[in-house]
C-alpha cells in the first residue's frame, strides 16, 4: 500500500503540503511496524503520531486553535482505524470509501497532487481488499491501519483548509461518521463496565464490528454494513464540501449512529447466557457453577474458562497484539468465574 502511494507520488509532483503529508505518513506506518513487531507503551506512540500531525498541519494557514484541533483529531482517527481491523473487509472498504471521497474533493479543490495520491490509495486499499475478504489471508495490522487513519484524516484537514468552520466541522464528521461512531462505542462501553467495577474484555469486543457480529450478521454482512453508512457519510460530507447542504445536513446521519451506538451498547458480548443474579449468590464451584480458576503466572493473566471455550465469530479476530487500542496482561485486572456472569 505504502510502494503504492509513492509511485502515485512520482507520476505527478505534489506541492509542499502533499509531499510532507507523504512523509508524515511513512513515519507513522513505520512507528505501527515497530509496533508490530516489539509492542510500544502508548506514551511514545501518541508524542511520534502528534508530531507528525503537526508537521502536516504547519504552514496550512490554520489557526493556533484550529490546528490544535486538527492536530487532536488526526491522532484520534489514526488509531480509530485500527479499532475496523478487527473485522475481515471493514477497514478495507471504510477506507476505499474514503479514499474516493476526499480524492473528489481535492480534486475539486484543485489539489491534483493530493487528489492523485489518494486515488492510489483507493487502488492499492481496494487491491488489498480482495485478500482481507472473509476469510481473510492478510490483514492491516497495526502498521497498515495508522497508516490508512492518518493518511485520510491528515488529507481531509488539508481539503477543507480555506474554508468557512462549521461547514468543514459537520463535513469532517460525516467523512469518518464510521470511525467516529466506533470510537464512541469503544468508550461509552468501557466506562460503563468501570462504573460498574467489571473486568475489561479483550480490546475487539468493545468495538462496533464485533458487536454487529453478536447481533447475527455475518463477516461480509459487518463488512457491507459499516461500507453502506461510509458511503452516505462520504457523499454527505462532499455535498457539504461543495455548500450544495448546509452544516445541518448531518445531523440525521449523527441521529442514526446516535441511535446505532445506543443499541449496539445493549448487546452482550460475554456471558449472555448466565444469570447476573445466580451468579452473585453462588459461591464459585457450588450448585455447579465453574470452579475457581488457577493462579496465574507472574506477568500473566488467565483466560476465564467461558472465554477459552467459547467459538469465536468467523471474520472477527479477538484479540490481536497490536491491533486497535492494545492494553498490556497486567493492566487487566484479574477474572473470575462471578466476574464473567456478570459482564
Known amino acids: ?15 509542499p503540503r502533499t509531499l510532507t503529508l507523504l512523509t508524515a505518513a511513512g513515519v507513522v506506518a513505520l512507528l ?11 506514551r511514545p506512540q501518541l508524542v511520534v503520531e502528534a508530531a507528525a500531525a503537526i508537521a502536516v498541519v504547519y504552514g496550512s494557514g490554520l489557526t493556533p486553535l ?3 484541533l486538527a492536530v487532536l483529531w488526526i491522532v484520534l482517527v489514526t488509531h480509530a482505524f485500527g479499532g475496523l481491523d478487527h473485522a475481515d473487509g471493514a ?4 477506507g476505499v470509501v474514503t479514499a474516493i471521497g476526499l480524492a473528489l474533493g481535492a480534486a475539486a479543490a484543485g489539489l491534483a497532487g493530493l487528489a492523485l495520491v489518494l486515488s492510489v490509495l483507493a487502488a492499492s486499499v481496494g487491491g488489498f481488499l480482495v485478500h482481507n475478504w472473509q476469510p481473510a489471508r492478510i490483514h492491516l495490522g497495526t502498521c497498515g491501519a495508522r497508516f490508512l487513519g492518518f493518511l485520510l484524516a491528515s488529507a481531509a484537514i488539508l481539503v477543507h483548509v480555506g474554508h468557512p468552520a462549521l461547514p468543514s466541522v459537520a463535513a469532517l464528521f460525516a467523512l469518518t461518521a464510521v470511525v467516529s461512531a466506533d470510537v464512541v462505542l469503544a468508550l461509552l462501553a468501557r466506562l460503563s463496565r468501570r462504573r460498574a467495577g467489571r473486568p475489561l ?14 447481533v447475527g450478521l455475518t463477516a461480509q454482512g459487518t463488512a457491507v454494513v459499516l461500507a453502506v453508512f461510509a458511503v452516505a457519510g462520504t457523499l454527505t460530507g462532499l455535498l457539504v464540501h461543495r455548500g450544495t447542504l448546509g452544516p ?11 441511535l446505532a451506538v445506543g443499541g449496539l451498547l445493549a448487546v452482550r458480548v460475554y456471558g449472555a447466557g448466565a444469570s447476573p443474579r445466580t451468579s ?28 477459552r471455550s467459547a467459538p469465536r465469530a468467523s471474520g472477527v479476530r479477538l484479540p490481536l497484539p497490536g491491533h486497535g487500542f492494545r492494553r498490556r496482561a497486567d493492566d487487566v485486572p484479574p477474572q473470575s468465574a462471578a466476574d464473567l456472569a456478570r459482564g
Open 201 to 214: 474484555p479483550p480490546v475487539g469486543a468493545d468495538h462496533i464490528a464485533y458487536r454487529l457480529r453478536r
Open 32 to 42: 505501527g511496524l515497530v509496533h508490530d513487531l516489539r509492542p510500544l507503551r502508548a
Open 91 to 94: 477497514a478495507g472498504l471504510v
Open 66 to 68: 484550529s490546528g490544535a
Open 280 to 307: 452473585r449468590t453462588r459461591a464459585p464451584g457450588a450448585g455447579g457453577g465453574a470452579p475457581p480458576l488457577p493462579p496465574s503466572p507472574p506477568g500473566r493473566v488467565a483466560a476465564p474458562r467461558s472465554a
Open 248 to 258: 445541518a445536513a448531518v445531523l440525521p446521519l449523527a441521529g442514526v449512529l446516535l
Open 1 to 15: 500500500m505504502l510502494c503504492a502511494v509513492c509511485v502515485g507520488r512520482t507520476a505527478l509532483e505534489p506541492g
